[in-house]
């Protein structure tokens, strides 16, 4: 089995930082794709982030609403995304999954998996 636990969330005053960690554990042959959902109350998850796998080229895109301050680093090595959020805003308020597409076995499939969520409350 493949675990996602996020870490890192927190309450924040308005244009403070706070850097969410992701750790994946389990069974991992390769890890694809990975990024950050978020889902504030009342609406969808939306994108936060994604990065492609390092042979890939490691590219990075955005939510338009974050472009700027936020930003999204992995290690293979130790199976771990990073998202650093810098100047936070109210609207930043929300749960915080990290996503990632792994497969388990060379011959296997790959898969999405979801972490269980941290809460980022950005609040005077």
């Known amino acids: 089995q493949v675990q996602l636990v996020e870490s890192g969330g927190g309450l924040v005053q308005p244009g403070g930082s706070l850097r969410l960690s992701c750790a994946a554990s389990?069974?991992?042959?390769?890890?694809?794709?990975m990024g950050w959902y978020r889902q504030a109350p009342g609406k969808q998850r939306e994108l936060v982030a994604l990065?492609?796998?390092?042979?890939?080229?490691?590219?990075?895109s955005f939510a338009d609403s974050v472009k700027g301050r936020f930003t999204i680093s992995r290690d293979n090595a130790k199976n771990t995304l990073d998202l650093q959020m810098n100047s936070l805003k109210v609207e930043d308020t929300a749960v915080y999954y990290c996503?990632?597409?792994?497969?388990?076995?060379?011959?296997?499939?790959?898969?999405?998996?979801w972490g269980q969520g941290t809460q980022v409350t950005v609040s005077s």
């Open positions: 996503y990632a597409v792994i497969k388990q076995r060379r011959l296997s499939p790959s898969y999405d998996y």
């Open positions: 389990g069974s991992i042959f390769s890890m694809y794709r």
């Open positions: 990065i492609a796998e390092i042979p890939s080229g490691g590219s990075t």
